[in-house]
């Protein structure tokens, strides 16, 4: 493995911090033990990683680097050792906030179990569940505490016991002394894992794990409002973690279905609805459907296309609040396409009592005499 901060990142020497910051985030995902569930080699990679970074996104230590190389000048400027991997928790914090998707993994303290992934689930809407709220079932694939040993990942009649080579802290420190002074720095015990203790004889069950993969479906309440795109947190509802440690989150992202008629404007529904040409100068009398049930709509003599009626409370419920938006309908008055011949005449019998001058666009007088003899 390279010892080249710079090449580590897969940046040049003379990268941005903000360059940096990308490809240690990309980096940093794709090696994220979360995502790479026992795999020691993405591990070790994600944890060189983090120690490039810290020294790289910090323009002191990047400058010493530069000038001194790596080997352990990054402590130089830490002299009370809170060590390559100190700042590691508050690193991802920063990037994914406390509780994000990638918020497993953290852990409690330096010998607590750490804390369960967070998972993510879609729940698939119909447009009224969206609209009014429902009670809602999602899947997922999880992990569960282990029954046969209780979480604790030890074998029945074993015990687990505190790490011999960290005293149970999960970090082993190591002193050197050196021209400018003492310096300290501290690693995640190999031999625990940073958890402080072993289990001897494990699980058979859980392979010493403490908790097994299983599909588990919850019913989630969907309040009455939301719509595509967001986002409902379940504390608790995501996997447990190893030997104990607690559950992480479960992410509920919705996807509400579109409706044939109504589209979604905030909390109000739009509906663009067709009447005819007569209807339109006549006026007309419907019974309009909207999500509540019918109700009249009288359509006033003289109507213009766009003209919004408004049923007031017959939209969406805000969302955690109170009331609900309205049903604009907007009328869209539809020129007829497939006059017969009779209708033309009339038409035009029209457009003269009125004194409209009408110039037919297909060339008119001649063309009618045609389509007549079809
Ligand atoms: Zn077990
Ligand atoms: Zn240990």
Avoid: W
Avoid at 220 to 249: E, F, H, K, M, N
Avoid at 252 to 276: C, E, N, S
């Amino acid at each position: 493995m390279t010892t080249d901060y710079y090449e580590l990142l897969e940046v040049t020497q003379t990268a941005s911090a903000e360059e940096i910051k990308r490809s240690f985030r990309r980096l940093a995902v794709q090696y994220h033990p979360d995502k790479n569930p026992d795999n020691p080699e993405a591990e070790a990679k994600f944890k060189e990683l983090a120690k490039a970074y810290e020294t790289l996104s910090d323009a002191e230590r990047r400058e010493r680097y530069d000038r001194f190389g790596p080997d352990e000048s990054i402590n130089i400027g830490d002299p009370f050792g809170t060590g390559s991997m100190g700042g590691l928790g508050d690193l991802f914090d920063a990037f994914f906030g406390a509780g994000g998707s990638f918020g497993g993994g953290r852990s409690r303290g330096p010998s607590g179990p750490p804390r369960g992934p967070d998972l993510e689930a879609v729940a698939q809407l119909t447009f009224t569940e969206a609209v009014f709220g429902a009670q809602h079932d999602v899947t997922v694939r999880t992990a569960v505490t282990c029954e046969v040993c209780d979480g604790v990942g030890a074998a029945e009649g074993s015990s687990v016991s505190t790490c011999s080579d960290c005293g149970g802290t999960g970090e082993v420190r190591s002193v050197r002394q050196t021209m400018l002074g003492q310096i300290v720095s501290a690693s995640v015990c190999r031999t625990c894992g940073g958890q402080g203790q072993v289990v001897l004889d494990p699980c058979e069950e859980c392979s010493g794990d403490g908790r097994v993969v299983t599909d588990k479906t919850y019913t989630v309440d969907i309040p009455a409002g939301v719509d595509s795109g967001a986002t409902l947190r379940l504390t608790g509802r995501g996997a447990v973690g190893s030997r104990g440690g607690p559950p992480g989150d479960l992410y509920v992202k919705v996807k509400a279905a579109a409706h044939d008629r109504f589209v979604r404007q905030g909390v109000d529904l739009i509906h663009d609805l067709p009447i005819t040409m007569t209807q339109a100068a006549l006026g007309h009398h419907i019974s309009y459907e909207t999500l509540d049930g019918d109700e009249d709509l009288v359509i006033p003599k003289g109507t213009q296309s766009g003209r919004v009626f408004r049923l007031k409370g017959r939209g969406v419920p805000h969302l955690g609040g109170r009331g609900r938006g309205d049903l604009l309908v907007r009328t869209i008055v539809a020129t007829p396409t497939d006059l017969r011949p009779a209708e033309v005449e009339l038409l035009e019998q029209l457009a003269q009592l009125r004194g409209e001058e009408v110039v037919p666009a297909d060339g008119g007088l001649l063309s009618r005499i045609r389509s007549a003899f079809k």
